[in-house]
């Protein structure tokens, strides 16, 4: 009988959290206290967290790098007003299950690309331009960017890509034809790569 009791007392608790969670996430929307947004989606490169302030995007992170950690950095670098509230990337889930089903080849989301600076927001900025189904080598990205000797800090700009699957990082390789790092690891990068030339 106790344990019936605890269940139940369990479920009624889940519930009113669950209430209260919603309504924690309306009035912080409301009153535009909710400065970063998060969800967590499955995906076939694993289970993704999905980050967003206003402006859009910002972050989206592979399981690997410790969602929690990621969660933490965000409050430190934007700010500790980070709630779990996943209808702000609504369209972003959307757009994302469209890709991995081989229905959109672009990312149409507003992306707030504050966390990079400088010489890597600018590679980060036109990573995009890659296309579908295509890749470049690190070489080809810098002079892209108009720096051809920039091998390396166009290697760092893709290793520290706040967003990658939708700011396309997957698609550079070496010169020579092999994957390089990723963020996500290298299973996920041919997984990306092999999706795009289907």
């Not at 690891?185 to 997984?191: D, M």
Request: charged share 25%; aromatic share 4%.
């Amino acid at each position: 009988m106790n344990d019936l009791t605890d269940l139940l007392s369990t479920s009624a608790d889940a519930v009113v959290l669950c209430d209260l969670h919603h309504r924690l996430i309306a009035r912080a929307m409301a009153e535009e206290l909710l400065d970063v947004a998060y969800t967590t989606v499955d995906t076939p490169v694993g289970e993704l967290l999905l980050a967003a302030t206003p402006a859009g995007l910002v972050r989206v992170a592979y399981a690997s790098e410790g969602h929690d950690q990621v969660l933490d950095t965000l409050a430190r670098k934007l700010s500790p007003r980070v709630l779990r509230a996943p209808a702000r990337l609504d369209i972003v889930v959307r757009e994302l299950d469209e890709y991995f089903t081989g229905q959109r080849r672009t990312f149409d989301v507003d992306l707030d690309l504050s966390l990079s600076h400088g010489f890597r927001q600018l590679v980060q900025r036109r990573l995009p331009e890659i296309e579908y189904g295509g890749t470049r080598s690190y070489g080809q990205v810098a002079e892209l960017v108009g720096n051809p000797k920039a091998v390396r800090a166009v290697g760092t700009a893709c290793a520290t890509n706040p967003l990658p699957v939708v700011v396309p990082c997957h698609r550079v390789l070496r010169a020579d034809g092999s994957l390089g790092g990723y963020i996500g690891g290298p299973e996920a990068k041919t997984t990306l790569l092999q999706l795009e030339s289907a």
